[in-house]
C-alpha cells in the first residue's frame, strides 16, 4: 500500500514565510517600503477609531478625522502654520491616505530602489529618499507663497506622500545608469533615462490639471535625484593659479683630500676598536655583540688596509 506522504507535496515557502523575510531584511530599501506600510495601516486603525467614537458621540466623524491628519501629519503650505509644526516635513513623506496612492509609490519605490541600491552605497538610499522628500515639501511651499496662482488656497493647502523621495530614487538612478534597461510589460525594454524624462514632463504639463502641490513635491525630488547622482561627493578643490618657485640646490662642498698624518690616525684608531670587539669575542661569544658592533666588524673585515 502506498504511503500518503509520498503523494503530498510540501509547499517551498509559504506566504507567511515570505512576509516574515521580507520584515526582518534588513535592507533600506526593505525597511523603507515596511515603514510607509505599517504607517498606512496606523492611519487605517486611526481611521476606524474615529469612526468608532464618532458614531457614538460625534455627527462628522469623517471630517474630523481627515483634519486630524490634515494638520498634524501633513505638510501645510502656510508658513506660519509650518513653523508650528515644522515636523510635518519629515512626517508627510510617509504618509498615505489612498490605497493606490501608496500602492504605485511602493512598486516605483521597489524597482528604482533596487537599481538604485546596484549603483549606489546602501545607507544613501535613506538620505535621497529622505531628503529628496523634504526638498520636494519645501518646492511645493515655496510655489505656494511665490505664485500669486495659489494665493486663495495657500492657507489651507497640504501635501503628503512618499512621491517626492521615490522620484528622487528614480531619477538619481537614471542619472547614473541612464542605459539601464528595464523590460515593461507592453513595451519591451527600455531605457531608465526614457522612464525618468516621461516621470519628469508628465509633473510639469500637469501642474495647471490639479494637484499643483503633488507635482511641484514631486519635481523638487527629482531635483535633489539628480544632483545628488551628477555632482561629485568628495570634490577636491584646486586652485586656479599654481605658482612653481624654482629652488636652486647646492653643490655639495667638496671635502679636502686628508693628510698622511689624518689617515693613519684614522686607521689606528679602526684597528684599536677592531682589537676590542675581537676581544669581546674571544671572552663572550659573537653573539653577545651588539648590532652596531656587529656592522663595524662587517666593515672592517671588508677593508683590506686594515
Known amino acids: 500500500m502506498r504511503s500518503y506522504r509520498q503523494n503530498f507535496k510540501y509547499p517551498n515557502v509559504n506566504l507567511g514565510f515570505k512576509l516574515k523575510r521580507f520584515i526582518k531584511n534588513p535592507s533600506p530599501l526593505h525597511r523603507l517600503i515596511v515603514i510607509n506600510i505599517v504607517v498606512y495601516f496606523g492611519i487605517l486603525c486611526l481611521k476606524l477609531f474615529f469612526n468608532f467614537v464618532g458614531f457614538l458621540f460625534l455627527k462628522d466623524h469623517t471630517f474630523i478625522f481627515q483634519e486630524f491628519v490634515s494638520t498634524w501629519l501633513c505638510v501645510p503650505a502656510d508658513l506660519l502654520k509650518l513653523a508650528l509644526k515644522p515636523w510635518t516635513l519629515f512626517t508627510s513623506i510617509f504618509l498615505h491616505m489612498d490605497f493606490f496612492h501608496i500602492f504605485f509609490n511602493m512598486i516605483m519605490l521597489w524597482f528604482s530602489g533596487s537599481i538604485f541600491l546596484y549603483y549606489f552605497r546602501p545607507k544613501s538610499l535613506y538620505t535621497v529618499y529622505i531628503l529628496g522628500g523634504i526638498i520636494g515639501n519645501l518646492l511645493f511651499i515655496l510655489s505656494y507663497n511665490y505664485f500669486p496662482v495659489f494665493e486663495a488656497v495657500t492657507s489651507h493647502a497640504v501635501a503628503l506622500g512618499a512621491s517626492g523621495g521615490v522620484l528622487a ?20 525594454n527600455i531605457s531608465l533615462k526614457w522612464i525618468a524624462i516621461v516621470f519628469v514632463i508628465l509633473d510639469i504639463i500637469s501642474i495647471p490639471r490639479g494637484n499643483s502641490g503633488g507635482h511641484f513635491a514631486h519635481l523638487g525630488g527629482a531635483l535633489f535625484g539628480f544632483l545628488f547622482a551628477y555632482l561629485p561627493k568628495n570634490p577636491i578643490r584646486k586652485p586656479v593659479f599654481t605658482f612653481h618657485i624654482p629652488t636652486i640646490k647646492s653643490k655639495p662642498k667638496a671635502q679636502r683630500p686628508k693628510t698622511d698624518e689624518q689617515y693613519n690616525r684614522d686607521r ?5 676598536k677592531v682589537d676590542e670587539i675581537l676581544d669581546k669575542v674571544a671572552k663572550s661569544g659573537y653573539q653577545n ?8 666588524l662587517f666593515t672592517a673585515s671588508r677593508n683590506k688596509n686594515l
Open 268 to 272: 689606528a684608531e679602526q684597528r684599536k
Open 289 to 296: 655583540l651588539t648590532k652596531e658592533e656587529k656592522d663595524f
Open 169 to 188: 530614487i528614480l531619477i538619481a538612478a537614471a542619472t547614473k545608469a541612464p542605459n539601464q534597461q528595464l523590460n515593461l510589460l507592453f513595451f519591451g
